[in-house]
Structure formats: structure tokens, C-alpha cells
């Protein structure tokens, strides 16, 4: 359509299509091996897409109740209590939700309101910011800095104000891989102690971390939990992404207030999937196995990279990788991962995207959750730079 004179004010001046989109968009376009967004390259279990394929058979393909079906939430509330001797609620303390961004978004749009300050740890995941900013928030920015990205709790204490309402941490950590610690978890009490101050804990990637290090899950620690949403995504542990099915766990209080957003939100989400999942779940090797799995992965892609002029930061989680270009060029790193995907035929995210100012750094961040020959491939092309 043309000609419009329509006037439209955007709620999000600053933000555009995501870098995900983007450079994988370059990455089709170039035909070039795409290590950039965040997707599996092997598909769901088998036995898996059986039971979505049985509950669809069985008819079970109309409104699934707004909170999710019993038997799921049931499944989920055993495993915490397995996993973490967590006692939640599954009647009330359980929503499934349309992947693990949306039960970001609806969490921060449950209890976050205008002139709220969110504290929100950089780089960070893109979806944190601009939901804050939808509903009148103030988004206020903490640097973690490489090698390591270690929270830094005294810059926390110092904006901690009248107005402080949320704070957002993400372990394992997209992009950095990094990992909160049993210091993290006694600082984040120290400071939430006698206070108003909510906590929304992204955990999408629980079951990915490596060297024998334990994810430090919100749901172990009741006194943190009281005050928390806290967010999961089956897309992530079971290699299916695009099927967009997660859940948050969050107090009596918080989750009433979480429901009422998320039934004019969504209302409910993809029925046989969620009847599948509430099989698949109790199969417990199926999550506990994929520490190992991932480890290996992260371990062959350095392996094959110990020759190369890229430098590996710290890997302790998720399915990430960093490499520092340091050595290799001092361009900008967004147009240093166009070069590389362009050039090299290898995509990647560059590290700057995720800070609001777009610091650089000089890194990229590469996904190996690929089969071997495609993290063969890559490495041959790095190598070569």
C-alpha cells in the first residue's frame, strides 16, 4: 500500500529487527554456515514428536485450560522437587507459556509500571530492555566487562533506589556463558532482603553447564523465590525452538498477577505439545544428559580452534561460545561478523548489539549446538583467517 498519511508515534524509536533475524538473513543469503542465532541443528527425540503426533490423533487439539493442562504442571512441580527439593504449587505457581520470551515479557508487564527502574545486566538478552520501556519503565544498565563478566554488586548497591522495582539475572548467561556463583546468590540476598525489590530470573538454559558446575537455580533458595519469577523454555533442552512452549514458576502473589496479563496475552498455548511434554518430562536422563552432551560439543569446537588467531573466552554454559577478533582486526564487530559471514561464509552475533551504548569489545559469539561436520566446517573457515 502506498500513500498513506497515517501518523504514527513508535513506542520503540530505538530498536530495529534484531540481529538474529539479520545476520541469519545474511547468512542464507551468502550461503554461509550459520553459527549466529541460537537453534539446535539436530531435531526433538523421536519418541518425542510420537506423543505430539499421538495427543493430536486423540483429538486433543482445542484450548488447552489459560495456566496449562494439569498433568504438564504436575510433571514440571516433580521435577523441581527432584532436581532442587523445591515444593511449588502446581495448581498455582506453574503457567505454561508460549516459549520463554513470552513469559519475560508477561512477567515484566505484570508488575512493572511507569517510572519503574529495572536493573538489567549488559550484554543482555534483547527482549529485556524494550518490554521495560512498553510499559513507562527505566531500564538502568550494569556493564559486565570480559574475560569473565562477573556481576559487579557494589555498582548494583550504588543505584538501588526509591524507584528500583526489578532486577533481571540470566544463568547460564546468553551471550557470555557465564554462570552465577553461591557470592552472586548471597549478594542478590543481601540486597533483596527487607526490601520490595522483584526478581525475574531467566534459566532457559538450566541444564546446560559444564565442568562439573551446578546451575544455581532461584527455585533453591525459598527466600529468593518468594519474590521471583522464574523463567524455563522446552525449546532449549529439547532441541525444539520452533515449537515456542515454556513455563514460569513464580509465588501465589506474583502469579495471579502474571495470569491476568497472560490471558489477554496468549490465553494458553498449543495443546498436544503440552500433553507430550507432560510425558517426556518424567524420562529424567533426557535433561540431565545434556550437561555432557553440550560439554562435548563446546569442547570439540575449541579443539578445533586452538590453532587458529581467534581467542577463546570462558565457556561455562549454554550452548555459546565467545572468540575475541582482538588479534586478528580492530574493525567494529558488527562489521566484522558481516566481513566473516561475507568473506569466511561463517555468521556469528557480535558481542556490542547486546549493550544498549554498543560497547565493543572485539568479540563474537558463536552457537555450537550443531552436528560435528557443521562445527568441522566452521572451524576450517576460521582457520583460515
Not at 513508535?10 to 541469519?24: A, D, R, Y
Not at 539475572?169 to 527487607?194: F, Y
Not at 564487530?333 to 569489545?361: C, G, N, W
Request: charged share 25%; aromatic share 12%.
Amino acid at each position: 500500500m502506498q500513500g498513506s498519511n497515517l501518523k504514527i508515534t513508535t513506542k520503540l524509536p530505538e530498536v530495529s529487527t534484531t540481529i538474529f533475524t539479520v545476520m541469519s538473513a545474511l547468512a542464507n543469503e551468502q550461503n554461509a554456515i550459520n553459527l549466529s542465532q541460537g537453534f539446535p541443528h539436530f531435531q526433538p527425540d523421536l519418541k518425542l514428536q510420537s506423543l505430539v503426533k499421538k495427543y493430536m490423533e486423540m483429538g486433543l487439539n482445542q484450548y488447552a485450560p489459560m495456566a496449562g493442562i494439569i498433568p504438564l504442571r504436575k510433571a514440571i512441580a516433580e521435577k523441581y522437587r527432584d532436581l532442587y527439593v523445591a515444593e511449588i504449587d502446581f495448581e498455582k505457581e506453574i503457567t505454561i507459556t508460549a516459549g520463554g520470551t513470552q513469559a519475560i515479557f508477561t512477567s515484566i508487564l505484570s508488575v512493572v509500571n511507569k517510572d519503574d527502574e529495572v536493573i538489567i545486566f549488559e550484554p543482555a538478552y534483547d527482549c529485556y530492555a524494550p518490554t521495560v520501556e512498553l510499559v513507562g519503565g527505566k531500564p538502568i544498565f550494569i556493564k559486565l566487562r570480559a574475560p569473565d563478566f562477573r556481576i559487579p554488586w557494589d555498582e548494583v548497591r550504588a543505584v538501588l533506589g526509591s524507584k528500583s522495582r526489578m532486577i533481571i539475572i540470566n544463568s547460564p548467561h546468553n551471550p557470555t556463558a557465564s554462570l552465577l556463583d553461591s557470592t552472586d546468590i548471597d549478594a542478590l540476598t543481601e540486597i533483596t532482603n527487607n526490601s520490595d525489590l522483584l526478581i525475574l530470573s531467566d534459566e532457559v538454559y538450566e541444564h546446560t553447564c559444564f565442568d562439573g558446575r551446578e546451575h544455581e537455580s532461584i527455585l533453591r533458595y525459598p527466600h529468593l523465590l518468594k519474590r521471583s519469577f522464574v523463567v524455563f523454555s522446552f525449546g532449549k533442552t529439547y532441541h525444539s525452538t520452533g515449537w515456542k512452549l515454556g513455563y514460569c514458576i513464580a509465588p501465589e502473589a506474583l502469579m495471579k498477577e502474571f495470569r491476568k496479563v497472560h490471558q489477554f496475552n496468549v490465553f494458553s498455548v498449543n495443546t498436544p505439545f503440552q500433553y507430550a511434554f507432560a510425558d517426556f518430562v518424567k524420562e529424567k536422563e533426557q535433561y540431565k544428559s545434556l550437561n555432557n552432551i553440550y560439554q562435548q560439543k563446546r569442547d570439540l569446537f575449541l579443539n578445533l580452534l586452538k590453532d587458529s588467531k581467534f581467542s577463546a573466552l570462558p565457556c561455562h554454559g549454554t550452548y555459546f561460545q565467545l572468540l575475541s577478533f582482538e588479534k586478528i582486526s580492530q574493525m567494529y564487530d558488527v562489521d566484522f561478523a558481516r566481513e566473516l559471514t561475507i568473506e569466511h561464509k561463517v555468521a556469528s552475533i557480535p558481542i556490542s548489539v547486546f549493550y544498549h551504548d554498543k560497547m565493543d569489545q572485539k568479540i563474537l559469539r558463536f552457537c555450537f549446538a550443531k552436528d560435528d561436520d557443521t562445527l568441522i566446517k566452521a572451524a576450517e573457515k576460521l582457520n583460515s583467517i
